[in-house]
């Protein structure tokens, strides 16, 4: 795929089926999180592969996360906690590891682990898979930052959800630039 044309045209990709990407095609999305621009060669991230029963358990932790911020949440909203993991046949945990540096701000760090997960996220459209990066209350929740270790400083910058799209979208649209540049 040219590369103009995936920067310009690619999608996110919400309904999500068998097959993800595994093997060398996984390996790709991960080498081109590890070459994103990075001050310091910190790599100040790290990817939790969650995919199969993983998909479940964390679920089940989303759903002890969404009951203890709301006691009285109905079946239905149980139940869509059960199952968020299972709307892709792959998530990826993509988790900020951020570290004292003298001269990178934890700030650069996050922006650093924000473009790994994009990274991997064309990696996969590159290849012919689809993704979405989804955060929602559940990234930011103490139960689930146990569950995947996530402490301090660090942030579950996203969950990458991977597969293959159902269905191809149609061209995006092209906003104006106007709005959005000025001279200085
Ligand atoms: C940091 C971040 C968090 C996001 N969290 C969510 C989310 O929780 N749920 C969601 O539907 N989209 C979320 N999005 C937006 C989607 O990834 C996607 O960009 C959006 O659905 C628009 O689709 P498009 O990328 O094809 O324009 C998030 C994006 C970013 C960058």
Redo the contacts with the bound molecule.
């Keep these: 795929m040219d590369a103009l044309d995936l920067l310009l045209n690619?999608?996110?990709e919400?309904k999500l089926v068998a097959p993800a990407p595994q093997g060398e095609a996984l390996e790709t999305l991960f080498q081109a999180a590890l070459r994103v621009p990075d001050h310091g060669a910190l790599h100040p991230y790290r990817f939790v592969l969650i995919e199969g029963e993983g998909r479940q358990r964390l679920g089940q932790v989303c759903q002890a996360a969404l009951l203890e911020s709301d006691p009285g949440a109905d079946d239905k909203a149980r139940d869509k906690a059960l199952h968020l993991l299972e709307r892709a046949p792959l998530v990826v945990a993509v988790i900020s590891c951020i570290q004292d540096h003298p001269k990178v701000p934890a700030f650069e760090q996050q922006l650093t682990a924000?473009l790994a997960a994009h990274a991997m996220q064309m990696a996969a459209v590159a290849q012919g898979f689809g993704g979405?990066?989804?955060?929602?209350s559940y990234?930011v929740h103490p139960k689930v930052r146990a569950a995947l270790g996530v402490s301090g400083e660090d942030e579950i910058?996203?969950f990458l959800y991977l597969g293959t799209p159902v269905k191809t979208?149609f061209k995006?649209p092209r906003p104006d630039s106007n709005g959005f540049v000025s001279r200085f």
């Design positions: 690619r999608t996110s919400p924000g979405i990066w989804r955060t929602g990234a910058v996203g979208k995006v």
